[in-house]
């Protein structure tokens, strides 16, 4: 494992091509833990913290060109060139992002479960409520935090993700600057159409790649392949690992 300065990462070598997995919001370089730990085996994984979380430097701005530059920051100071992206949510629009900004790098892309559009449904707020909760009753430790979160968010499962980016009293995320680019964040600039093979990943019961996002899904990225994992909403990859683990080798394998 190799740690550097950019954005906190850590890489595993295997042999290339290598991978790069940019998590949503508010999580962090373990969040595609299980699918990094089965990639290892037959590729370079990078996984890293986007700014503003985990352990990687805070900044005020949130946009995806700043983040996408990020990555191609720290994939040269992993001295990686060409690589295949994966992105989740938040990271999945990072990852299209990348290939505006340098799209003879990407090899291909995997989106998990996040269209290249604007929403406008606010979708974070009780997480952002829970969290601000527990930073105000001043607690330490994550039972305490986790009974205060409960009041406010009514989805163990959340709870749950969240507190791990709880480590003594404090959380892993710069909350304010994520809460004042929220509309950033949530929103999108139309990308020039990028030709490159990608994989779109929808958890059949969530909303964030409904079908009615196609036309603009196509347009972008005219060479897309759509997968519908059934039973599974946002968080596929945590719901469906075997399913998206599968989806994904059977897309590296056969090149796109």
Known sequence: ????????????????????????LFGSLDNLGILARELRQTHTVLQVDVRNHGLSPRSEQMDYASMAQD?????????????IVIGHSM????????????????????IIDIAPVNYTTRRHDSMFAAMNAVTKAGVTERPAAKSIMERALDEPDVIQFLLKSF?????????????????????????PAWNGPVLFIRGKNSAYL???YQAPLIAQFPQAKAYVIAGAGH????????AVQRAVQRFLSIGG
Not at 71 to 83: C, G, P, R
Not at 91 to 110: D, E, F, H, V
Not at 167 to 191: D, M, Q, V
């Open 71 to 83: 990555m191609f920051d720290t994939l040269d100071a992993h001295q990686l060139t060409e690589v």
């Open 167 to 191: 480590h003594h009293g404090e959380w892993r995320f710069a909350i304010p600057t994520l809460w004042n680019h929220y509309a950033t964040i949530s929103g999108w600039e139309t990308l």
């Open 210 to 212: 409904d079908e009615c």
């Open 1 to 24: 494992m190799i740690l550097n300065n950019r954005l906190h990462s850590a890489q595993f070598a295997a042999k290339h091509p290598a991978i790069l997995l940019i998590h949503g």
């Open 91 to 110: 990271g999945g629009k990072i990852a299209m992002a990348m290939t505006a900004l340098s799209p003879s790098r990407i090899k291909q892309l995997i």
């Open 235 to 242: 968080w596929v990859h945590a719901e469906k690992p075997q």
